[in-house]
């Protein structure tokens, strides 16, 4: 059984669209995060979420929207897609905040064209 | 929110051991010590954490000394399927994990 899963894994998109990464944790977890990584492959935290309330969001346009349906989900929406947000998009979950291990998902590789 | 500073990269040849030092000055009491592992096209994944002396289990042994400005990762006899990126993580209470640009490890034949 796959620990955080998300989808899609592949995301190819034009600018301007509107796309959602859905992400699923089996852990019970209480604690999910959304991460950026982009071609440098510098890693940023870019939400928390606890028992489906918002944690931490970082400088983060408001184009895109966290939503927790419940403490196994985090899904993220982007609208008005850029350039710029072509990267790797992590979801993980963690037991709870702070010294807890995170456990990552896959992965969701979007391209914006 | 203690910053992290370790090698942007090294290089090693299969079956030595490799240690990897990373510093962070600010760390405070309540923080953690902890590193990941990515693989290209994969998640990062959870290595080992400790809070201070030695830490080790199946995959790696930690070693943080007494004022816990730093600590040193040790990989024992490395393989090819060890080369990653090994991120150092300082984290504690509920402040933000902070991943900084980590070290690629490349084990050579």
């Known amino acids: 059984d796959t620990a955080v899963s998300q989808t899609p894994k592949y995301l190819v998109t034009q600018m301007g669209n509107d796309k959602s990464i859905k992400c699923e944790q089996n852990l019970g977890h209480d604690t999910m995060y959304w991460y950026k990584q982009d071609s440098k492959k510098f890693l940023k935290i870019m939400f928390s979420?606890?028992?489906?309330?918002?944690?931490i969001n970082e400088t983060v346009p408001n184009r895109f929207s966290p939503k927790s349906p419940d403490k196994a989900h985090l899904n993220l929406h982007i609208n008005s897609l850029e350039l710029g947000d072509s990267a790797v998009y992590f979801c993980?979950?963690?037991?709870?905040?702070?010294?807890?291990?995170?456990?990552f998902g896959p992965g969701t590789r979007l391209l914006v064209l | 929110l203690a910053k992290t500073t370790q090698p942007i990269s090294m290089d090693s040849y299969e079956g030595q051991e490799v240690n990897i030092t990373c510093s962070h000055n600010?760390?405070?009491?309540?923080?953690?010590i902890t590193w990941y592992q990515q693989f290209p096209s994969q998640g990062p994944r959870f290595i080992i954490q400790g809070y201070k002396t030695k830490v080790t289990n199946e995959v790696a042994s930690l070693f943080i000394p007494a004022d816990r400005k730093s600590s040193t990762l040790s990989l024992p006899r490395v393989s090819l399927s060890d080369t990653a990126v090994y991120y150092c993580?300082?984290?504690?209470?509920?402040?933000?994990?902070?991943f900084g640009t980590g070290t690629k490890l490349q084990v050579i034949p």
């Open positions: 600010n760390i405070a009491t309540n923080d953690y």
């Open positions: 993580l300082v984290v504690g209470g509920y402040q933000k994990v902070t």
């Open positions: 979420y606890n028992n489906k309330e918002l944690i």
């Open positions: 993980a979950s963690s037991l709870a905040q702070g010294q807890e291990t995170q456990y």
